[in-house]
C-alpha cells in the first residue's frame, strides 16, 4: 500500500538519526543523504496523514508482507519498547557523565550589622562572596560498577526491543490468517446454505408431488436455519478479525481491508533439533535475560563499592566585596588546588545489606535465564509438533472433502429417485460442512503453527541476537553491535528523531456523546422494562 512507502522512508532515515555522540553510547553516525530522507519522508507522511492523524476509514489492499511492515512501524507496543531503549540510552549517557569533571558556582549575600560589627568596624556594610569549584573523582569505584550496569541495561533494551517486534510479528501474521481463516469459514457457511436452500427446494418439489411427507419440509427448514445461523456466526467472527488486525497495525478499527494472500500449503522441512539448537542461540529474550543477569552482577559490584575508598580532585576560587562580582575583600580573595580521600569504616552494616539485597536479585536473574532456557525449550517444541500435527491433517482432510462431497452427491441423487430419506441428505449436508471446516482449519494451523515456530526459534526481525551477543561478548559497545548485528538498512532501533505519539481516534463531540448517552440510557430501560413483565 501507500501507507508503507512513508514508513519505509522514515525508518530508513531513522537508523543513522540517533543522538549522542559517544561511541559508548551506541550513536549511528549521520549520513549526508538523512536531512533529504526525513523530510521526504515527513512529507509523505503528512500528505497521507500517517503520523499527525488517524487514518480515516477507507478500504485498504493488504497482503501478509504489509501487515508485518504496518505492524512493525505503528503498534504501540513497539513504541513502547524504543522508549525504553531510549531510557536505557540516557542512562548510560548519565553514568559516564558522573566520571567527568564538574563545576559549580556558589554565591551568597548578606547584611552586617549588630554588635560584633561595632565592636570590629568595617567600612563594608554588604558582603557578596563567589566560589567557582572544579572537581572530579578520581578513583570511586561505585561510579564505574554504574557505567557497567547501565551497559547491559541498554544490552537488554535493545534486545528486548528486538523481542517486541517478533512478538508482534507473530501476533500480525496470526490476525492475518485469523482474516483468512474466517474468510474461508464464511466460505464453507455460504456453500452449506447455497446446499440446503437446493435441497428444501427438492424436498418442497417433492412434497406438493405428494411423494415426501411433511416433516421433511420441516426438518429441511430448520437445517436451513441453522445453517444461516451458522453463516451469521461466521460473518461476524470475519468482522472482529479484521478489526483486531486494524488495531494491530494502526488503523482505525472500521477499515475495511481486502487480503491478498489465501491460506496455502508450502514444506517447512525442518527437524525438531535443529529448530531448538537455533532457538537457544537466537532467541533475543534469552540474549536479555542473559544482560540482566550482567546487570544484576553490576549492581552487586556497585554495592560492594560502598566499603572502597574514593579519591576526589579540586581547585577553587574564591572573590568577595561589597558589590555582587567586585573583588574589593583582600582576605577573602583566595584559590586552593586538592585532594580528597573518604572511606567509610563503618556504617552499622548497611553495605552488607545492600549487598546481600543485590545478590539476591543476581539469583532472581539467572533463575529467569534459566526459565527463558526452558521455556525457549518448550515453546519450539510444541509448535513444532503442532506443525507436523497440522501437516498430517492437511492430507487427511482435503481426502475426506473429496468422499464427503461424493457421498452427498450420491445422497440427494437417492433421495430425489425415492430410495433415500431426508435424514440421509441431511447428514451427508452436515459431514460434508465437517469435512471443509476441518480442511480449512488444518490449513489455517499449519500456518500459524509455522508462524509460531518461526517466533518460539527466534527467527529475527531486524536484529540478530546471535551476532550482537558475540560482538559485545568481545568487549565492544553497543553502537558496534548494533552494526554487526542489524539487518536492514530502514531498521529502527531507537525512536527517530522529532517523532509524535500517533493520535487515537478522535473522541465523539459533547454533542454526539450526549446523544449516544440518552439513546444508551434509552435502550437499557427498554430492555429492563420488557425483561420485568
Known amino acids: 500500500p501507500t501507507v508503507l512507502c512513508a514508513q519505509t522512508a522514515m525508518q530508513s532515515a531513522a537508523l543513522t538519526y540517533l543522538h549522542g555522540a559517544d561511541e559508548e553510547e551506541m550513536d549511528l553516525k549521520t549520513k549526508g543523504t538523512l536531512a533529504g530522507r526525513i523530510a521526504c519522508a515527513l512529507a509523505l507522511s503528512a500528505a497521507i496523514g500517517l503520523f499527525a492523524a488517524p487514518v480515516s476509514a477507507e478500504t485498504v489492499k493488504l497482503s501478509l508482507a504489509d501487515s508485518v511492515q504496518m505492524a512493525l512501524a505503528n503498534n504501540r507496543t513497539i513504541k513502547q519498547s524504543l522508549a525504553d531503549v531510549d531510557a536505557a540510552h540516557e542512562q548510560l549517557h548519565v553514568a559516564n557523565r558522573s566520571a567527568g569533571p564538574r563545576l559549580t558556582w556558589d554565591w551568597t549575600a548578606g547584611r552586617v550589622g549588630g554588635k560584633a560589627k561595632e565592636l570590629n568596624p568595617t567600612p563594608y556594610k554588604d558582603t557578596y562572596e563567589n566560589k567557582a569549584t572544579l572537581s572530579m573523582a578520581l578513583f570511586d569505584p561505585t561510579i564505574n560498577a554504574q557505567r557497567k550496569e547501565a551497559r547491559y541495561g541498554l544490552n537488554a533494551a535493545d534486545l528486548t526491543l528486538e523481542q517486541t517486534k517478533q512478538t508482534i510479528r507473530l501476533t500480525a501474521t496470526t490476525d492475518y490468517f485469523n482474516i483468512l481463516q474466517a474468510r474461508n469459514m464464511v ?36 437445517e436451513l436455519a441453522n445453517a444461516q445461523q451458522a453463516l451469521t456466526s461466521a460473518k461476524n467472527d470475519y468482522a472482529v478479525a479484521v478489526a483486531t488486525l ?57 554495592a560492594s563499592a560502598a566499603n572502597l575508598p574514593t579519591l576526589n580532585a579540586a581547585a577553587t576560587r574564591s572573590i568577595a566585596g561589597e558589590h555582587a562580582f567586585k573583588n574589593s575583600m583582600r582576605d577573602k580573595d583566595m584559590w586552593t588546588l586538592g585532594l580528597s580521600a573518604a572511606w567509610s569504616i563503618f556504617d552499622n552494616e548497611a553495605t552488607t545489606a545492600q549487598i546481600r539485597e543485590a545478590k539476591a536479585k543476581l539469583r532472581k536473574a539467572e533463575e529467569a535465564l534459566a526459565a527463558t532456557n526452558e521455556r525457549i525449550r518448550l515453546d519450539v517444541h510444541t509448535a513444532y509438533l503442532n506443525l507436523r500435527a497440522a501437516e498430517q491433517n492437511i492430507d487427511t482432510t482435503e481426502k475426506a472433502v473429496k468422499q464427503a462431497e ?38 489455517y494451523n499449519y500456518n500459524t503453527s509455522k508462524a509460531a515456530l518461526d517466533n518460539a526459534m527466534g527467527v529475527p526481525v531486524d536484529l540478530d541476537a546471535m551476532q550482537y551477543r558475540r560482538v559485545i561478548d568481545h568487549g565492544k559497545r553497543a553502537r558496534a553491535a548494533r552494526e554487526a548485528a542489524v539487518l536492514h538498512e530502514d531498521a529502527v532501533l531507537e525512536t527517530p528523531k522529532g517523532a509524535q505519539v500517533r493520535p487515537a481516534e478522535p473522541a465523539p463531540t459533547a454533542e454526539e456523546a450526549a446523544a449516544s448517552i440518552e439513546r444508551v440510557r434509552a435502550a437499557n430501560a427498554a430492555y429492563e422494562m420488557t425483561m420485568a413483565k
Open 406 to 443: 461424493e457421498d452427498y452427491n450420491i445422497a440427494r441423487v437417492r433421495y430425489n429417485a425415492g430410495v433415500g430419506t431426508n435424514l440421509e441428505v441431511m447428514r451427508a449436508s452436515d459431514n460434508l460442512t465437517t469435512a471443509r471446516t476441518n480442511y480449512a482449519t488444518a490449513l
Open 246 to 302: 486494524n488495531n494491530v497495525i494502526g488503523l482505525p478499527t472500521d477499515t475495511t481491508l481486502e487480503t491478498s494472500d489465501e491460506m496455502r500449503y508450502t514444506v517447512y522441512d525442518l527437524a525438531l533439533s535443529d529448530c531448538t539448537d537455533y532457538g537457544l542461540v537466537y532467541r533475543a529474550d534469552a540474549a536479555a535475560a542473559h544482560y540482566t543477569v550482567k546487570q544484576a552482577e553490576a549492581a552487586v559490584e556497585q
Open 187 to 222: 466460505q464453507v457457511r455460504e456453500e452449506t446454505v447455497a446446499t440446503l436452500v437446493k435441497h428444501l427446494d427438492d424436498v418442497n418439489a417433492q412434497f406438493r408431488a405428494g411423494t415426501v411427507a411433511r416433516a421433511d419440509v420441516l426438518a429441511s427448514e430448520v
